[in-house]
């Protein structure tokens, strides 16, 4: 495992000046070439850490967690190379549009009659207004999905505030009804106190009278 993990990170540092190498070769005639051993190296590198992979697992125990932790950083740094060499290809084809661009231009007749002149409008141009329009159409449903928002917040504290009077009244009202229960039996207490008082009265001025005749 150890020769073919040291093989695999030498060719990973050999594909990162290879890398260095295509990005000056851009423009140039053999860049395709110099993509296509690039890219065999990257897939070599893939399918050693394939086999790395299955070595992992036969390490002992003690040593293969260190073993998978070398074996996916490699992995890991090949997935960016790939990256990286997907970035140059399309740097590459994006120069290389522009110059058959720029040459089919340069190239094209243009033809006048006595009306007017017609120029061929850029495909190019056409997509970058059409993600123009796509923009500010994105731009104005942000816009309405912010105003709705606010519009939902300003009615939530509105319906609070409703909330907080009806449970004041709420209490009001129980308060209210409350005291008119105390008043009808005080009331109550009162017709019955008055009643025993009157009695009293009576039973007294009946034994006066009964002790003065």
């Not at 030498?10 to 140039?28: P, Y």
């Not at 086999?51 to 950083?73: F, G, S």
């Not at 590459?92 to 120029?119: G, H, P």
């Not at 009202?173 to 207490?189: A, D, P, Y």
Request: glycine letters at 4%; one cysteine or more.
């Amino acid at each position: 495992m150890e020769t073919l993990y040291h093989q695999t990170n030498h060719l990973l540092q050999q594909v990162h000046g290879d890398l260095a190498n295509l990005e000056r070769a851009l423009g140039t005639s053999d860049v395709h070439q110099k993509e296509n051993e690039l890219q065999v190296h990257i897939d070599r590198i893939f399918s050693n850490c394939e086999r790395l992979d299955i070595l992992v697992m036969k390490e002992p125990v003690a040593r293969r967690a260190n073993a998978k932790m070398r074996v996916d950083q490699l992995k890991y740094d090949c997935q960016h190379l790939q990256s990286s060499m997907r970035q140059l290809q399309h740097k590459r084809y994006m120069k290389e549009q522009e110059e058959y661009e720029r040459e089919s231009l340069l190239s094209r007749k243009f033809t006048t009659n006595e009306q007017d002149t017609a120029i061929t409008i850029d495909p190019a141009l056409q997509h970058h207004t059409k993600l123009n329009e796509s923009s500010k159409q994105m731009d104005n449903l942000l816009g309405h999905g912010g105003s709705i928002l606010t519009s939902l917040r300003d009615q939530r504290v509105t319906l609070k505030g409703a909330h907080r009077r009806l449970l004041d009244i709420t209490n009001t009202l129980g308060l209210t009804n409350t005291v008119m229960r105390l008043i009808e039996k005080r009331t109550s207490q009162d017709k019955i106190i008055m009643v025993v008082c009157m009695l009293i009265c009576c039973l007294v001025m009946y034994l006066v009278w009964k002790y003065f005749t």
